[in-house]
């Protein structure tokens, strides 16, 4: 079991930058797959991006592709999101989305968002 901890995010000018973090604490797994969706004002929820510790699977959503990196530190467990190039369109709560696990398994952005653990959002909020 996972706890996701989340960090960062806050108000900027559209333009701006932010920077979202997740730590998940818990069993120490061999590998990640981690990655943050959002969920806008009346919105469903959108997969941003997932990255998995290898660094072999990387995803983004071609709404913030070129805008935001997703990166992992040097402990496996945490995931840091660069936001540049904000827009009023990418003001919502955002989520880390985790799976964890010491066996084989598929890293995606629909089986991150099916079998992983949620944390509990970090608002982000870009001004025109």
């Known amino acids: 079991q996972l706890d996701l901890v989340e960090s960062g995010g806050g108000s900027v000018q559209a333009g701006g930058s932010l920077r979202v973090s997740c730590h998940a604490s818990?069993?120490?797994?061999?590998?990640?797959?981690m990655g943050w969706f959002r969920q806008g004002p009346g919105k469903e929820p959108e997969v941003v991006a997932v990255r998995d510790t290898d660094g072999t699977y990387t995803y983004y959503a071609d709404s913030v592709k070129g805008r935001f990196a997703i990166t992992q530190g040097d402990a496996k467990n945490k995931m840091w999101m660069q936001m540049d190039d904000l827009k009023p369109e990418d003001t919502a709560t955002y989520y880390c989305?985790?799976?964890?696990?010491?066996?084989?398994?598929?890293?995606?952005?629909?089986?991150?968002?099916?079998?992983?653990?949620r944390g509990q959002g970090t608002r982000v909020t870009v001004a025109s």
């Open positions: 989305v985790a799976q964890g696990g010491n066996s084989p398994f598929t890293c995606s952005a629909a089986a991150v968002m099916t079998y992983g653990t």
């Open positions: 818990g069993y120490g797994y061999r590998r990640y797959c």
